[in-house]
């Protein structure tokens, strides 16, 4: 898992599309979060005539259409993992049989647990940020299932139809329609656990780290910069 880094190279990581598919998921998440809260717990009272305000209905339209983004660009995303360079694999293909994987999540533990002094170097996702991006990509698949399958009861969209299979499910073990809003609002706080815990380590690792980290996600190249660390 560990390759070498040398010092004042930059090595080229995250290709462009993987770029605009992380930027496109933060700036959908800005939108879906608070959105989605709105429509969860709406405000009791607006100013204005509803007719002409239409606040929830605006409120609604934002947040469907940012969850529209974000399942478009997870296909996007899973399908250029077939296409894309060797570090798009990753958060997809992770090495739980390698014993050196299992000590780099070690160390990555340790190392964010400020147990360590300096964190071993990877090019690409380090073990533990693999596992999390796995996590948030399984979690954005029960939220785009749940989510289409409360829009699909108000829609009559064809190509939504197959969603009902997700309606009939939770009927089937013996839930309602309350409760998928409930499994698709506890997915939210789940995602915001991973967002507060990603953000921790991005910056920790941008700041104590050698290699840089926010700056890779705009240009795509990673550098080990001398005379960090430690």
Sequence with gaps: MNEP??????????????????????????????????IGKPWHSLDGDPT??????????????AGFIITIGLLWRIIF?????????????IPFWRK???????????????????????????????????T???????????GFGMYVQSSDSVILQPFHLVVDFIYWIGDSGRDLHSYHRLGML???CFIIIHLYMVIREEIMG???????MFSGFRLLRSGKGG
């Design 190 to 192: 789940f995602l915001m």
């Design 136 to 146: 948030c990509i399984n979690l954005l698949i029960i939220m785009i299932l749940t």
């Design 81 to 93: 993992a077939f296409f894309g360079n060797k570090y798009s694999r990753q958060v997809f293909i």
């Design 100 to 134: 050196s994987w299992w000590l780099d999540l070690l160390s990555d533990f340790r190392w964010y647990l400020f147990l360590d002094r300096t964190p071993r170097e990877h090019i690409g996702h380090n073990p533990l940020a693999q596992l999390g991006m796995m």
């Design 210 to 216: 050698k290699s840089t980290l926010v700056s890779t």
């Design 5 to 38: 880094i040398q010092e004042g190279k930059p090595i080229y990581v995250f290709q462009l599309p993987i770029r605009i598919w992380h930027w496109s998921m933060v700036l959908s998440f800005l939108v879906l979060i608070p959105t989605g809260y709105i």
């Design 52 to 65: 002409y305000l239409f606040y929830m209905g605006y409120t609604r339209m934002a947040h469907f259409i």
